[in-house]
């Protein structure tokens, strides 16, 4: 499987600022997914980034609050824009296997946000 | 719309005992089904995968799960848990074919405790 590296690995923010998270793969893949996982709670899929096309974004998640950048085959960012104290989540960046399993998905270690 | 449940919010278990985590699952066709872990402050891991075939797979760390299509369930078990078991678990599924095949649903994890 890939390997996949976050920065930030944890950060502290104030309300009203925004943060870019970086997603970084050891190998060239196609598609890339951001999640959110709220306190206490399940993962939620943001979005999908290809290279060289938009984001999709998934029902709830919009590019002006979480706009993200595929600039090539191996990184992404995700932005969180304008905090606010429900932002605090572990954001999570995952990739498609590789070699015929595809089906898979594999995660970085997350970044942790509180939102002041 | 596909959905994951894990009924148990907690599973508690003496350490040399054998363990279950419960999963069930509804989603239209014969679904991919995963198992992920997460340790505290880490992201997650893949623990093992249902594609096709043989309806008990094995994994990483001696877990297994056995399929159970007229159920439509996905249990994750091991014979003998270790302390070092003690984590958060996900259940997730994925359609096979057709638009948004790459969302993986997950479940709202399952929080295993080895009493040693």
């Known amino acids: 499987s890939a390997v996949i590296s976050q920065k930030p690995s944890r950060d502290i923010c104030q309300r009203g600022t925004s943060l870019t998270i970086q997603c970084q793969v050891d190998s060239q893949v196609t598609m890339m997914f951001w999640y959110r996982q709220q306190p206490g709670q399940s993962l939620t899929l943001i979005a999908t980034a290809n290279q060289g096309s938009e984001a999709t974004y998934e029902s709830g998640f919009v590019i002006d609050k979480f706009p993200i950048s595929r600039p090539n085959l191996t990184f992404s960012t995700l932005t969180v824009s304008n905090m606010s104290p429900e932002d605090s989540s572990i954001y999570l960046c995952s990739v498609e296997g590789q070699g015929g399993g595809q089906e898979t998905q594999y995660f970085g270690p997350g970044t942790r946000l509180l939102v002041l | 719309a596909q959905s994951v449940a894990q009924p148990e919010d907690q599973v508690n278990v003496a350490e040399g005992n054998p363990l279950t985590v419960k999963c069930t699952y509804s989603?239209?066709?014969?679904?991919?089904l995963f198992w992920y872990v997460q340790y505290p402050n880490r992201g997650l891991q893949f623990l093992l995968k249902?594609?096709?075939?043989?309806?008990l797979v094995k994994g990483s760390y001696g877990f297994e799960a056995e399929f159970n299509k007229s159920q439509t369930s996905f249990h994750l078990k091991k014979p003998s848990a270790l302390v070092s078991d003690s984590a958060l678990y996900f259940c997730?599924?994925?359609?096979?074919?057709?638009?948004?095949?790459?969302?993986?649903?997950f479940g709202k994890g399952t929080k295993l405790s080895v009493i040693p």
């Open positions: 989603v239209s066709g014969n679904p991919y």
């Open positions: 997730a599924v994925r359609p096979r074919s057709g638009a948004g095949s790459y969302q993986l649903t």
């Open positions: 249902y594609i096709t075939g043989d309806n």
